[in-house]
C-alpha cells in the first residue's frame, strides 16, 4: 500500500523531457512549461549555425513566460511573490548576457548549450517549491479549492 509520503512527493530529476509528473495541476502555467522543455532541448542541441535563433525563441519564451507569472502574482496580491519574480529576472538577465555574447561573436553553441543544460538543473527546484505554489494559490483563486493533477502512469 502507498504510504501519504509518496503521494506527490516532489519530482526531483533533471531530465531534458517533458512528463507528466510535472503536472502543476493549473493548466494555463502547465502548457508554458511544456513548452519551457522543447525551447530549452533547442538550446541544448544548438549548433553554431543555430545557437542565436535558439538563444533569441528561448528569451522570447523567458520573458512571456515569466510576465505571465508575475502578472498572475501581482493581480492576486499572492503574499510571498518578491523571491519569485526576482528569480526570473535573475534568469531572464543570464539569458540575455548570453544572447549578447553571441550576438557579439565573442561566444558560440557551447555556451547556449552550457545555459541550456543550466536552465534543466535550475527548472525542476523553481517548479517545486515556487511556481508549485502559484498554481496552488491560482487554482483557488479560479476555483475556489485545491488543484487536482491528473498524471499519466509513469
Ligand atoms: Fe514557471
Ligand atoms: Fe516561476
Sequence with gaps: ?????????????????????????????????????????????????????????????????????????????????????EEHEGVLKSVREVKVAIEEGRAGCRLAQDIGVHLFQWFPGHADYLDSALAAWMTKQTMGGKPVVFRRKI
Excluded at 502543476?24 to 522543447?38: S, T
Design 1 to 85: 500500500m502507498k504510504k501519504m509520503d509518496d503521494i506527490d512527493a516532489p519530482v526531483q530529476d533533471n531530465s531534458l523531457v517533458w512528463s507528466d509528473a510535472r503536472l502543476l495541476g493549473f493548466a494555463p502555467m502547465d502548457d508554458v512549461h511544456k513548452e519551457f522543455y522543447e525551447v530549452a532541448l533547442r538550446l541544448v542541441t544548438c549548433t553554431d549555425t543555430n545557437a542565436l535563433a535558439a538563444i533569441e525563441e528561448f528569451e522570447r519564451h523567458a520573458v512571456s513566460h515569466f510576465e505571465q507569472e508575475d502578472e498572475w502574482m501581482r493581480t492576486t496580491d499572492f503574499p510571498p511573490r518578491d523571491c519569485h519574480i
